[in-house]
């Protein structure tokens, strides 16, 4: 059997490269070009070595872990003793979770089960089980690029999740809990009070309100003529807004006793704000059926 060792180590190189470029994406670390082509240079020499007599030691795992270390420290430096073991731990996960969307790749495609006359065989030859140039050269590229993805897209869920908070709106007995979205982009205040609005999914949360008060909630130009009386009616509000592409509108808006907000960090109680009346979905997925004004952080009364 032919083995074309050039070919072997150019592709380690483009390969170790790669490995090292998307561990320095999720590390957030910009890394010079040549210090990631010299990491990877050296990374691509363990292959070599391998076919070199006399130096077997190489396979040993204590020898592996220390190539490993000089590969990061080529590539990533050496500052300080965690964000090197940060470096190089991702580095193995990296190399593992390509490596492996690499097999499953492979196993997903390969037909090795087959049917004969109605008798269930296996296909398999007694040299292990090989992997072909083509699959390599199309199968670790788009593994890489859907790692990329599949984690950006992580990444990006877990800073949604970090804006979610827990809010608790009081009005009288009754006690709406929900999801919030911390929205730096809504800036809606009463223009008499100065009060922040934040808004509130009726869809989700209408059980709290009575249906007279709905209705008049709905009806944000009419919501003070006649009808039945509603306990919660002398703390309706019309908050005007605009949005984009549209002119002047009106959203109804509840004045609540107090609005209890809790995130990772801390418990904050609001007393100052409004809450808009929302008829239509927030959130299609139901992520969040409430969302915050950031002023409203900005309070600093804690909660016993």
């Given at each position: 059997m032919a083995v074309y060792l050039d070919v072997i180590w150019l592709l380690n190189v483009c390969f170790d490269y790669m490995l090292l470029m998307l561990t320095s994406l999720l590390l957030k670390r910009h890394v010079r070009k040549r210090r990631l082509a010299a990491g990877a240079l050296f990374a691509s020499l363990y292959v070599i070595f391998l076919f070199i007599p006399g130096l077997e030691f190489m396979v040993h795992p204590i020898v592996k872990l220390f190539y490993s270390f000089i590969i990061v420290s080529i590539t990533f430096g050496f500052t300080r003793f965690r964000s090197f073991i940060q470096s190089w731990l991702l580095f193995y996960f990296v190399t593992f979770m390509i490596g492996g969307g690499m097999l499953g790749a492979h196993y997903f495609l390969k037909q090795e089960v087959g049917v004969y006359n109605g008798a269930i065989a296996t296909q398999g030859s007694g040299f292990g089980d090989p992997v072909s140039w083509v699959f390599v050269l199309v199968g670790f590229p788009s593994v890489w690029f859907f790692s990329k993805k599949r984690l950006g897209d992580i990444e990006a869920k877990k800073i949604h999740y970090d804006q979610i908070a827990s809010v608790k709106i009081m009005i009288d007995d009754v006690?709406?809990?929900?999801?919030?979205?911390?929205?730096?982009?809504?800036?809606?205040?009463?223009?008499?009070?100065?009060?922040?609005?934040?808004?509130?999914?009726?869809?989700?949360?209408?059980?709290?309100?009575?249906?007279?008060?709905?209705?008049?909630?709905?009806?944000?130009?009419?919501?003070?003529?006649?009808g039945e009386v509603d306990r919660w009616e002398h703390r309706?509000?019309?908050?005007?807004?605009?949005?984009?592409?549209?002119?002047?509108?009106?959203?109804?808006?509840?004045?609540?006793?107090?609005?209890?907000?809790?995130?990772?960090?801390?418990?904050?109680?609001?007393?100052?704000?409004?809450?808009?009346?929302?008829?239509?979905?927030?959130?299609?997925?139901?992520?969040?059926?409430?969302?915050?004004?950031?002023?409203?952080?900005?309070?600093?009364?804690?909660?016993?």
């Open positions: 006690i709406v809990t929900a999801p919030a979205l911390i929205d730096s982009g809504n800036q809606l205040k009463d223009p008499l009070s100065g009060a922040p609005v934040m808004i509130l999914d009726m869809t989700i949360h209408a059980n709290h309100f009575s249906e007279n008060f709905l209705k008049k909630a709905k009806n944000v130009t009419d919501f003070q003529s006649e309706l509000r019309i908050v005007p807004f605009r949005a984009v592409g549209q002119d002047h509108q009106f959203l109804c808006a509840i004045k609540p006793d107090a609005v209890e907000i809790s995130t990772n960090e801390e418990t904050i109680v609001v007393k100052k704000v409004l809450v808009g009346l929302s008829f239509q979905s927030l959130s299609g997925e139901k992520e969040y059926s409430c969302i915050l004004h950031p002023k409203m952080l900005a309070e600093k009364a804690n909660a016993s």
